[in-house]
Structure formats: structure tokens, C-alpha cells
């Protein structure tokens, strides 16, 4: 998977590029196919970590055109991992879950705490080295 880049719409008061909020934009906006909720979210560094709910599924289009979305009750809670970085004016981004098997650990405990159970082997081999982690810095 490659990068995705585009112009920023989200500033710190400073004038630099919020990168925690603009990853926050592009998980609450969703994908074609779901709707989700940041849950909570965090910058370590230049890595974005966040609790991301389904909370919503599209179901086609009604009769005059518009997106039907079928509510997830007690959706599942998964986590996202970005990489960012800001480059001539364009906020970059590399989206990865927890299934994927990313090989950033830093997610803190609150965020984790929060993840749905799995079975899915990556995901849980992240997630056991993401306490690991956690536990070696205490």
C-alpha cells in the first residue's frame, strides 16, 4: 500500500498542519462502504493510533439518489495506525489497521483497552507487542 496525499484542511494555531486531526477527519468521514466513529485517538510522533468503531454499512441508494446506511449496533472496535508526514504543503498519510501487522508499537493503553476481541492473528500478535511495550517502559 502506498501513501495518499492531499492539501490539509486542519491547522494548529501556529499554522502547522494538525496531523491528529486531519487522520480524525478521514476516519469519521468513513469509506464508501462504512461509516465509523473515532472513539479515541492519539499522535506518537509522526503515528497516529485510534479506537475506530463501524458504526454504519452502505446498503445501496434509495429512489432519488441518496446513500442508504444501515446502523451497526455495538459495532466493532478496531485499530487504526497512520504514518504521516507533511511535505510542501500536502499532509501525507499510509492507513493500516491492526490486521495488517504494522510494525509500530508505541499505542498506548487507553486506545487498546478499548479494541474489540479478535482472532485474527496479526492483530493479535500487534496488540501483544504493543503491551510488551508497554510494559517494558513502566
Same mark, same amino acid.
Given at each position: 500500500?502506498?501513501? =495518499? $496525499?492531499?492539501?490539509?484542511?486542519?491547522?494548529?494555531?501556529? *499554522? +502547522?498542519?494538525?496531523?491528529?486531526?486531519?487522520?480524525?477527519?478521514?476516519?469519521?468521514?468513513?469509506?464508501?462502504?462504512?461509516?465509523?466513529?473515532? @472513539?479515541? $485517538?492519539? %499522535?506518537? *510522533? $509522526?503515528?497516529?493510533?485510534?479506537?475506530?468503531?463501524?458504526?454504519?454499512?452502505?446498503?445501496?441508494?434509495?429512489?432519488?439518489?441518496?446513500?442508504?446506511?444501515?446502523?451497526?449496533? +455495538? *459495532?466493532?472496535?478496531?485499530?487504526?495506525?497512520?504514518?504521516?508526514?507533511?511535505?510542501?504543503?500536502?499532509?501525507?498519510?499510509?492507513? %493500516?489497521?491492526?490486521?495488517?501487522?504494522?510494525?509500530?508499537?508505541?499505542?498506548?493503553?487507553?486506545? &487498546? +483497552? @478499548? &479494541?474489540?476481541?479478535?482472532?485474527?492473528?496479526?492483530? &493479535?500478535?500487534?496488540?501483544?507487542?504493543?503491551?510488551?511495550? &508497554? +510494559?517494558? =517502559?513502566?
Amino acid at each position: 500500500m502506498g501513501w =495518499t $496525499s492531499y492539501l490539509p484542511m486542519c491547522f494548529t494555531k501556529s *499554522g +502547522n498542519v494538525n496531523r491528529k486531526a486531519e487522520c480524525d477527519k478521514t476516519f469519521t468521514y468513513g469509506s464508501d462502504s462504512k461509516r465509523y466513529k473515532v @472513539l479515541k $485517538s492519539t %499522535m506518537k *510522533g $509522526s503515528v497516529y493510533y485510534a479506537a475506530i468503531q463501524n458504526i454504519a454499512c452502505f446498503d445501496g441508494f434509495d429512489d432519488d439518489g441518496k446513500e442508504i446506511y444501515t446502523p451497526i449496533e +455495538n *459495532g466493532k472496535v478496531w485499530c487504526a495506525i497512520c504514518l504521516t508526514k507533511v511535505k510542501d504543503g500536502e499532509f501525507y498519510c499510509k492507513d %493500516m489497521d491492526e490486521t495488517m501487522g504494522p510494525l509500530y508499537y508505541d499505542c498506548p493503553k487507553s486506545i &487498546l +483497552n @478499548l &479494541l474489540s476481541e479478535t482472532d485474527n492473528k496479526y492483530a &493479535l500478535k500487534w496488540r501483544q507487542k504493543c503491551r510488551e511495550k &508497554l +510494559n517494558k =517502559t513502566v
